[in-house]
């Protein structure tokens, strides 16, 4: 096959470990390590981050986005993961330029990997109308204490089975999770599905909420305490985690909680119910539950109560608070049941200018533009 040179620049443009250069429309990145020069496509082969915006490590060049490793001369992936390879080209120096040749690109290529269980298609296996209980308030295991939203919970579910659901209860404290590590702040399209976090970490058992809000719930009942005026820690490290199920609707036209209802139980010394429960309806609004008439109950004996053990004692023992949670709870399935038997026509989403490109088209972009400022994607 004839070469085919393109003249890059003279060396002295390329001492840096990374350079991005562009090549007839096609973004490369350009190496230099002890002043030898090797160049690979631009694009990581995951998700099409921007590989020179990354670190060259050893001869492998990492990308910024999930951490995936391409040999800086060669292309192939780090060692154990040799197929996981993107593009390289041929170099040559001559009068003190550095020229490429075009004509001796390799092939990318992507060793077989086992598709993560929580990509899988989301189907709603038969069955019985199925309730998940989450309660976000934390405690120290060994001095274990009462707690009244977990307490009201208990009821909803209760209830929820005396209807004839099935029912389960996740106690976030009860799980090991790693708090969200900003990937969407990196590029709207490095918050990948499943979380990049849970691909990458075996052990992050966050991967249990995942799985029953997205494949096994029809109905979500979360209780939550309030914690100076807003919900608990253990929520909102959860909540930020669930970016990468709201993130794709609007990276992928992607709705993966369909058809779903979700509501709440929100108590606390302090008065603050109106805000955590309006933050609520908004945040499981914008993952695409539904929600029924009345979606919370709330319970606070306000700001000056400090006398704890009298609002236990009152939540103990409050027959219309804990009535409350039952038909929280009646309400909640109610919905679902008259959901799951509406035989719903598909409709595309308009989400207003927040629509995102696919992955493939991105990635292709990627490779056309010089400037990597977005992108998608973990091994």
């Known amino acids: 096959m004839e070469k085919d040179f393109k003249d890059l620049g003279p060396i002295c443009d390329f001492f840096a470990p990374l350079t991005r250069v562009k090549v007839d429309g096609r973004s490369l990145v350009v190496t230099n390590r002890d002043g030898e020069f090797g160049v690979i496509d631009g694009a990581c082969s995951h998700l099409g981050g921007p590989l020179a915006d990354g670190r060259l490590v050893g001869d492998y060049v990492e990308c910024p986005w999930h951490g995936w490793k391409y040999h800086r001369c060669t292309g192939a992936g780090e060692p154990g993961y040799e ?22 690109e390799t092939a990318r290529g992507r060793a077989p990997h086992e598709p993560d269980p929580l990509s899988r298609p989301i189907v709603r296996e038969p069955g019985p109308m199925r309730v ?13 204490r009462f707690s009244t939203s977990e307490n ?6 209760v209830e929820a089975g005396s209807l004839g659901a099935e029912c389960k209860t996740i106690r976030l404290r009860d799980l090991k999770f790693r708090a969200c590590e900003g990937y969407y702040s990196k590029s709207a399209r490095a918050c990948s599905w499943p979380c990049s976090i849970t691909q990458s970490d075996p052990e992050d058992e966050l991967r249990e909420v995942y799985e ?39 990276i992928a036209d992607r709705t993966l909680i369909r058809n779903k209802v979700a509501s709440f139980i929100i108590t606390g010394g302090q008065d603050n119910v109106q805000q955590v429960s309006g933050q609520m309806l908004n945040f499981f609004g914008e993952l695409g539950f539904h929600f029924p008439q009345f979606p919370f109950i709330g319970h606070s004996r306000g700001w000056s109560a400090e006398d704890m053990e009298h609002n236990i004692a009152y939540v103990k ?31 595309p989403v308009n989400l207003h200018g927040r629509k995102g490109r696919s992955t493939a088209s991105y990635m292709e972009s990627q490779r ?9 994607g973990t091994k």
């Open 83 to 104: 197929l996981d390879a993107t593009a390289a080209f041929s170099l040559e120096v001559a009068a003190g330029r550095l020229l490429i040749d075009m004509s001796s």
């Open 132 to 144: 998940l209980g989450i309660s976000t308030t934390n405690m120290n295991a060994e001095l274990s």
């Open 152 to 157: 009201l919970l208990d009821l909803a579910l």
């Open 212 to 250: 029953g809000l997205v494949h096994w719930a029809d109905v979500l009942i979360l209780a939550t305490p309030i914690r100076w005026g807003n919900a608990s820690s253990l929520f909102y490290k959860m909540a930020e985690r669930l970016n990468a199920i709201q993130n794709q609707v609007t």
């Open 317 to 347: 023992h409050n027959h219309v608070l804990r009535e409350a949670a039952q038909d929280l709870a009646a309400r909640s399935v109610r919905l679902s049941e008259q959901i799951l038997k509406r035989v719903e026509e598909e409709r």
């Open 368 to 376: 056309e533009e010089t400037d990597f400022d977005e992108g998608a």
